[in-house]
């Protein structure tokens, strides 16, 4: 069973257009996060949310929006999509503090590119 | 926010060689910790170091935290073409939040 997983896989699109991408894990994790990887591999993270909750929003522009249906799923709308957006996205998930080491569980990623 | 910076950015081996990338940030970190993304995957969790000088060995990888908690490092010995990959540092920068601001990571290759 895939722990964190996120769809689609590949996903290309031309400037302007506005897509999703979902993320589902199962391992009954209360933190989730997006991040973006550009093509020099630097990994950056967007938003966090916890419970349902944002509880990180980085510098990101308002065309990126994420949305928590419930704990186990964060998703990611982006409006008028430009090249730059072009990247590989990584969902991730987090378990309990306190006696667990904090690990995150990424996801297999979405390679996002903008034509 | 606080930055981990790492090098080198690229090592390039021959099989049976020793490697080591190096984590320096400029203030204490409460923990850092490591992952390994293989070429086409995702970044995969090895160890997260907390204690001042803490030490820890996977097989033939080492982790070091220094004792000022402001560098870690992470040696691999007698490389192997699986261990290709980026390695990444991170350190919490979040507090509670516990948001990873990660390192830029090496790109390791081993030659055959």
């Known amino acids: 069973d895939t722990a964190v997983s996120q769809t689609p896989k590949y996903l290309v699109t031309q400037m302007g257009n506005d897509k999703s991408i979902k993320c589902e894990q199962n391992l009954g994790h209360d933190t989730m996060y997006w991040y973006k990887q550009d093509s020099k591999k630097f990994l950056k993270i967007m938003f966090s949310y916890n419970n349902k909750e944002l509880i990180i929003n980085e510098t990101v522009p308002n065309r990126f929006s994420p949305k928590s249906p419930d704990k186990a799923h964060l998703n990611l709308h982006i409006n008028s999509l430009e090249l730059g957006d072009s990247a590989v996205y990584f969902c991730?998930?987090?378990?309990?503090?306190?006696?667990?080491?904090?690990?995150?569980?990424f996801g297999p990623g979405t390679r996002l590119t903008v034509l | 926010g606080q930055q981990v910076m790492q090098i080198p950015q690229y090592q390039h081996v021959q099989e049976g060689e020793d490697f080591t990338t190096y984590c320096n940030s400029s203030?204490?970190?409460?923990?850092i910790q490591w992952y390994k993304q293989r070429p086409g995957g995702h970044p995969v969790f090895l160890i997260q170091?907390?204690?001042?000088?803490e030490v820890k060995k996977q097989k033939r990888l080492t982790f070091q935290f220094g004792e000022a908690k402001k560098n870690s490092s992470l040696h691999i010995t007698a490389t192997q073409t699986t261990d290709v990959g980026t390695y990444f540092c991170a350190e919490n920068s979040g507090g509670s939040n516990y948001k990873l601001t990660f390192g830029k990571g090496t790109l390791l290759t081993v030659n055959p």
């Open positions: 170091l907390v204690k001042s000088g």
């Open positions: 991730a998930s987090r378990g309990l503090a306190g006696g667990h080491y904090n690990e995150q569980f």
């Open positions: 203030t204490t970190l409460s923990n």
